[in-house]
């Protein structure tokens, strides 16, 4: 299984589109479950700082969502293109490999 992580800063008046965009059945979410080798996205809110999230995204492994990406590349672009007004910053924390 392979974790890949994102944070976000909201921009506050967003946040409901926001988490209906990137919760476990949002859009991205909805995309992502054309494939079979999706597992599940875990929406994460920091309740310390105000407007900070974390999606955690849940594939078999690197090789698939790398091919998904290749392969929904149009779609993808679109609703990253779409979210992009809902955030005042976004960072890929990395990908990560269960041990």
């Known amino acids: 299984m392979i ?9 506050p008046q967003h946040r409901v589109d926001f988490e209906n965009a990137y919760k476990a059945d ?5 995309l992502f479950r054309r494939d079979p080798a999706y597992r599940e996205t875990i929406l ?7 407007g900070k999230y974390l999606t955690i995204d849940v594939w078999d492994d690197e090789d ?9 590349a149009d779609e993808y672009q ?9 955030t005042a910053g976004e960072r890929h924390i ?6």
């Open 78 to 86: 679109k609703i990253d293109q779409d979210c992009e007004r809902l």
């Open 3 to 11: 974790y890949v992580l994102w944070e976000f800063t909201v921009i």
């Open 26 to 30: 949002g859009l991205w979410a909805l």
């Open 94 to 99: 990395g990908t990560f490999e269960q041990v």
């Open 44 to 50: 994460l809110r920091d309740d310390e700082q105000s």
């Open 64 to 72: 698939s969502y790398l091919k998904f990406k290749g392969r929904f």
